[in-house]
């Protein structure tokens, strides 16, 4: 059920908000309405006990707030290094291909400029893009292709520069691995779900502490909400790829391109605009 539901939440990131938002109105009525009961056994005396823990929901409540921006801000920079390894590692694959020459040199070259194209592609494709599903195929294809070439190369001539080639066409195709993992990383439902409970909990300490002292607390407590909602959507959406407003950066890939004297691609079908 949380998988199904955080699966849902992805791809509405309105519907996350409003579900969101509603649950912490909620939680805080019924926070103001269990500390007006409370204030209306007790009377005016003082409840210290209240107060801490209040204090100490609200404080455990920050620490997994910085705890998940942290590891959503982790990810999302692991996702920008993977760009630079990966134009890098198919860059110099590139220009070795150029270097040692040969029958297949022309082929792979050129094998390896789309597979530079494909994989700007796929970094900038949505999650529900009709093109996703041909572009992995084609980056199969053209790894398959390429490591043929590069097979039949190294037969015709086992030399150190050819070895060396080899290595880079390896890494370029490890970096591509590595970059997809890191593309298809989204925070797992149990995080979801404790961060909508925690938000709860807090929220509704919040409105049980501002019913025990008889104070109006249903103002600070919407714009509390509202900055709660708005702190976890944006964990959340750092934290994943592909779902709402971040992005993952493709300027390395437009720059190995320029440098390489090739057009950028259309991104407009990738995208899914």
Same mark, same amino acid.
């Given at each position: 059920m949380? @998988?199904?539901?955080?699966d849902?939440l992805f791809?509405?990131?309105l519907?996350?908000?409003?579900?969101m938002?509603?649950?912490l109105? &909620?939680a805080l009525?019924?926070g103001?309405?269990?500390g007006?009961?409370?204030r209306?056994r007790?009377?005016?005396?003082?409840?210290e006990g209240?107060?801490?823990?209040?204090g100490?929901?609200? %404080?455990?409540?920050a620490f997994v707030?910085?705890?998940n921006?942290?590891? @959503?801000t982790?990810?999302f920079e692991?996702r920008v290094?993977s760009t630079l390894?990966?134009?890098?590692a198919? %860059?110099t694959? &590139?220009l /070795?291909?150029e270097?040692?020459g040969?029958?297949q040199a022309?082929?792979?070259v050129?094998?390896l400029?789309?597979?530079? $194209?494909?994989?700007y592609?796929y970094? /900038?494709?949505g999650?529900d893009?009709?093109?996703?599903a041909r572009?992995g195929?084609?980056t199969?294809a053209?790894?398959?292709?390429?490591?043929? /070439?590069m097979? $039949?190369?190294i037969?015709e001539?086992p030399t150190?520069?050819?070895?060396?080639?080899m290595?880079?066409?390896?890494?370029a195709f490890?970096?591509?691995t590595?970059m997809?993992?890191?593309m298809e990383?989204?925070m797992?439902a /149990?995080?979801i779900?404790?961060?909508?409970?925690m938000?709860?909990?807090?929220i @509704?300490?919040?409105?049980?502490?501002?019913?025990?002292?008889g104070?109006?607390?249903?103002?600070? %407590?919407l714009? &509390?909400s509202?900055?709660?909602c708005?702190v976890?959507? $944006?964990?959340?959406?750092?934290?994943s790829?592909?779902i709402?407003s971040?992005?993952?950066?493709?300027?390395?890939?437009e720059? @190995?391109?320029?440098?390489?004297?090739m057009p950028?691609p259309?991104t407009?079908?990738?995208?899914?605009e």
């Amino acid at each position: 059920m949380g @998988a199904a539901f955080s699966d849902l939440l992805f791809h509405h990131r309105l519907l996350f908000l409003v579900i969101m938002f509603l649950a912490l109105v &909620l939680a805080l009525e019924i926070g103001l309405r269990i500390g007006g009961h409370r204030r209306a056994r007790i009377g005016e005396r003082a409840d210290e006990g209240a107060a801490l823990v209040v204090g100490s929901i609200l %404080g455990l409540l920050a620490f997994v707030l910085a705890l998940n921006l942290s590891n @959503a801000t982790s990810r999302f920079e692991r996702r920008v290094e993977s760009t630079l390894q990966e134009v890098n590692a198919i %860059g110099t694959a &590139l220009l /070795q291909a150029e270097a040692v020459g040969g029958d297949q040199a022309a082929g792979m070259v050129a094998n390896l400029r789309d597979y530079m $194209e494909l994989r700007y592609l796929y970094i /900038q494709a949505g999650r529900d893009s009709p093109e996703f599903a041909r572009i992995g195929a084609e980056t199969n294809a053209l790894q398959r292709e390429l490591w043929a /070439q590069m097979t $039949e190369r190294i037969r015709e001539s086992p030399t150190d520069p050819v070895s060396e080639l080899m290595s880079s066409m390896n890494a370029a195709f490890d970096s591509s691995t590595a970059m997809q993992l890191a593309m298809e990383y989204r925070m797992p439902a /149990q995080v979801i779900w404790l961060l909508l409970v925690m938000s709860q909990l807090g929220i @509704a300490a919040v409105g049980y502490q501002f019913g025990l002292t008889g104070r109006r607390g249903r103002a600070p %407590g919407l714009v &509390l909400s509202v900055l709660w909602c708005a702190v976890v959507t $944006e964990i959340v959406d750092i934290g994943s790829a592909r779902i709402w407003s971040f992005r993952t950066d493709t300027r390395v890939y437009e720059w @190995a391109m320029e440098g390489l004297d090739m057009p950028l691609p259309s991104t407009s079908q990738a995208t899914g605009e």
